[in-house]
């Protein structure tokens, strides 16, 4: 049986949404606490586990790629999981930009900042260095992924896909900056596969599956 909706159920649920003031009890603030500090505790263990290897490299290279690489994931994090007085947080536009900005602006940061020490992108590396380390930085993304969703659950009625591509796009990033602390390789093709490409899958699932995990669902 086909159950019509009434024609103005959008604008009235938009409304609402907009009088709705962002969620501040103590409760939710602690709740959403422990999720930062949880999935900030579940990378630094896995990072803590592979531990840190220069490689080679400078530590000042290290030290400014890494801090650049922070500050991008920060900013996109920002965009995708911030909320102003309603709950309806950053706009599409926001969220699409940081997005698909994430990716090429954390490959264009440390390609530039190779300038400086260009002997760090020798050696190339192998496929299997490459594979290996997408894979890492996939699993290292666990935990920000996690911390970042559970911010914005079930709070978007209006673009959970963009919401979700942003919160993708925002812990694949987290993810390559965990991994920058181990990975020796900077060699360009390395660096695109390995730990930027999974900025792309990262924010391709947040798309996929934003509309579930953080569309409004109306109550009964």
Known sequence: MTVLL????????????????SPDASATRRGNLAAVVLGLATATTMIAALG???????????AVSAAGWAAIAFAASAMAAGRKRTMLGSARVVLVAGALAAAPAIFGWVMGVTVGWPEVREPAGTW???????????????????????????????HPRATGA?????????????IDMHCP???????????????VLYAAI????????FGVRLSR
């Open 166 to 178: 942003a919160i993708g796009a925002a812990a694949g990033a987290w993810g390559g900056v965990l």
């Open 206 to 213: 947040g798309a996929l599956v934003g509309g579930r995990m």
């Open 185 to 199: 390789l900077v060699a360009p093709l390395h660096v695109a596969v390995a730990h930027v490409l999974p900025v």
């Open 52 to 62: 840190l290897s220069l490689g080679g490299r400078p530590l000042a290279f290290v």
């Open 128 to 158: 299997h260095n490459h594979i290996a380390c997408l894979a890492a930085t996939m699993l290292l993304s666990i935990g920000p992924i996690v911390a970042l969703s559970y911010l914005r659950r079930t709070s978007d009625p209006v």
């Open 6 to 21: 009434p024609p103005d159920i959008r604008a009235r649920v938009l409304a609402r949404a907009k009088e709705t003031p």
